[in-house]
């Protein structure tokens, strides 16, 4: 149980117009009969807020997307009792926000000059200034730099007084030039008019083609190239994601109001996107470094708790690393990412070892959970793997070869994959991989019910991607639209209402929602787990609590299951899937 104030039951986790249009199309979903009892908690991704890239994560204010959001939404899901998890994306924040615009405006006298980091102050006295005009940090610190894209994290911000200074950004960046119109060359009189319109159509053909505007021939004019492409510059267009720079009072200031907001949404459990690369320090890894990482997840804390919030960390790192027990011996429930990999395993390998090691782990250690097996983001891979530290290499949940081995299962099912980076560029390994859950377990109806019986059977909160419970298949065409970063959207599709009628009448979502309500509303899974002494191929799970008990049986070679469930007013009931 993540907190006795919360409720002990299943997770729904979808964007706002993943079903239908709006919000307003899912709570409909959520009212109808089939699926009654089966959902105490609903994860809203955070195009909830007003953002404009990376399917929300960038964030321009955190207030209601009117156009996909009301307030009767959230009317309608209090009236469910469907307690709220938001999303607070601590790292970094839109370059459309009003904090990032308000500096592109008044420059060094803006308020929000130091809310984002500028990379040459925070590496003054670490590096060489480069020809690009970024310092270059030193090797040792290039060496502890972690990366989510080829090469350093930088972005050139054109101040008002025409200077470019390199900002910090983690994540993703896209400058974009708008052509020129007439006005913005009419104060070059000297230029008789016809000759500024063939200036105009050189440049603007060069933007149009994504070439560089200042490599064009302007003939007799070509003394005005450098006043003509500082005009361009002044239009520049941003997109983007900043991060944002803890050490300023600002930042905090931010924070608070932004908890203080979501609590008046009404919501109860925040998810702290990103959290990890906050704390930025000369010497230390830009991820999860000590003990500033912990001194800021405690100022937080304090902050949320004042405010009736409770906070779940994300983070991205291998299990070799242990972070993630330390995070749950600091007081923390855990987003379990290890489960996706190791059911994946479990059933397509016809094995218990690898999964029991892991419930073994979380009743020993009593760490708290939100589990899963799809999600927006993707499977992932990374997480199971070992580290090497000081005291050498610290194994993984899987071996290498067996992460290897589920990666290429998955990619041969029609996965896509994402790669982390190193300062140079290179890859350094997979990052995740991306299907949905459905296409990853081959498609196969019956090892997707065994996969959502195993993780309703776990210890935690189970977390339902909208996708996987109606059997979603990898969307190829999503992914190919969307380019280099498109990799994501195999596993967004959204489900029309014709495709939900169809779901709804289709067996293999009527067992997983009966399962789901099983777990949402049974007694028993407010108890205690044991696991039963099975040969390796086979899987028994069992809940007991004030007379009422559930168990799993499971073959994990044939995927046949059944669930027993005896209640304490003496009823009985099996179900064999």
């Not at 404009?52 to 009317?75: A, H």
């Not at 296409?439 to 991607?465: N, V």
């Not at 599709?493 to 289709?506: A, F, K, N, W």
């Amino acid at each position: 149980m993540l907190d006795p104030s919360l409720p002990n039951g299943v997770m729904f986790n979808a964007y706002p117009d993943s079903i239908g249009a709006r919000l307003s199309d899912t709570v409909a979903l959520l009212k109808r009969p089939q699926l009654k009892e089966v959902f105490s908690l609903f994860y809203i991704l955070p195009t909830f807020f007003q953002s404009d890239l990376d399917r929300g994560f960038s964030i321009n204010r955190y207030e209601l997307n009117e156009e996909l959001v009301s307030p009767g939404d959230l009317e309608d899901l209090k009236e469910l009792n469907i307690v709220l998890k938001l999303d607070l994306v601590l790292n970094h924040l839109s370059v459309r926000s009003p904090q990032f615009l308000d500096m592109l405006r008044k420059g060094d006298q803006s308020r929000y000059r130091d809310f984002f980091i500028d990379w040459n102050r925070f590496w003054e006295g670490e590096g060489e200034m480069g020809e690009e005009g970024y310092i270059v940090p030193n090797q040792a610190h290039l060496d502890k730099l972690f990366m989510r894209k080829p090469g350093l994290p930088i972005l050139f911000v054109r101040f008002p007084d025409g200077s470019e200074r390199p900002y910090w950004n983690t994540f993703y960046q896209q400058i974009n030039y708008r052509g020129l119109e007439e006005v913005d060359l009419v104060h070059l009189r000297i230029i008789p008019a016809d000759e500024r319109q063939k200036i105009r159509d050189k440049i603007n053909a060069k933007i149009a083609a994504g070439e560089d505007f200042r490599d064009v021939d302007l003939g007799p004019y070509q003394d005005y190239l450098e006043q003509v492409a500082d005009i361009v510059e002044s239009k520049r267009r941003y997109l983007g994601q900043m991060d944002l720079n803890a050490e300023s009072p600002v930042v905090w200031e931010f924070y608070e109001e932004t908890l203080q907001r979501l609590a008046d949404f009404g919501v109860r459990l925040i998810r702290l996107d990103a959290f990890a690369y906050l704390h930025k320090e000369p010497g230390l890894s830009n991820f999860f470094n000590t003990p500033g990482t912990w001194e800021y997840l405690d100022r937080l804390k304090k902050m949320a708790e004042a405010k009736g919030l409770m906070l779940l960390p994300e983070i991205h790192a291998q299990y070799g690393k242990h972070l993630h027990g330390a995070v749950a011996r600091a007081g923390y429930p855990i987003y379990d990412f290890f489960l996706p990999g190791l059911v994946l395993d479990a059933l397509d390998k016809g094995r218990n070892n690898y999964l029991l090691r892991w419930i073994d782990e979380i009743q020993t250690q009593g760490i708290r959970t939100v589990n899963m097996l799809g999600c927006h983001d993707g499977i992932p891979v990374l997480d199971l793997d070992g580290f090497t530290n000081d005291e050498g290499y610290q194994p993984g949940l899987l071996e290498p070869a067996a992460i290897d081995a589920a990666i290429e299962r998955t990619l041969a099912r029609g996965g896509r994959v994402k790669n982390l980076y190193a300062a140079d560029g290179k890859k350094i390994g997979y990052y995740q991989v991306n299907a949905t859950y459905f296409s990853a377990l081959g498609e196969d109806e019956q090892k997707l019910r065994l996969a959502r019986a195993i993780q309703l059977f776990m210890p935690g909160i189970p977390q339902i991607w909208y996708l996987d419970l109606f059997a979603g298949k990898n969307d190829y065409a999503a992914a190919d639209r969307g380019g280099a970063a498109g990799h994501k959207e195999i596993n967004r599709t959204t489900l029309s209402e014709e495709i939900v009628e169809e779901g709804l009448q289709s067996a293999v979502v009527l067992d997983q929602l009966e399962m789901m309500r099983l777990r949402n509303t049974a007694p028993a899974f407010n108890g205690e787990l044991r696991i039963g002494e099975t040969p390796t191929n086979e899987l028994e799970m069992s809940w007991s609590h004030a007379g009422d008990t559930v168990v799993l049986r499971a073959n994990l070679e044939n995927y046949r299951f059944t669930i027993h469930h005896s209640r304490a007013d003496g009823t009985v009931n099996s179900l064999e899937y």
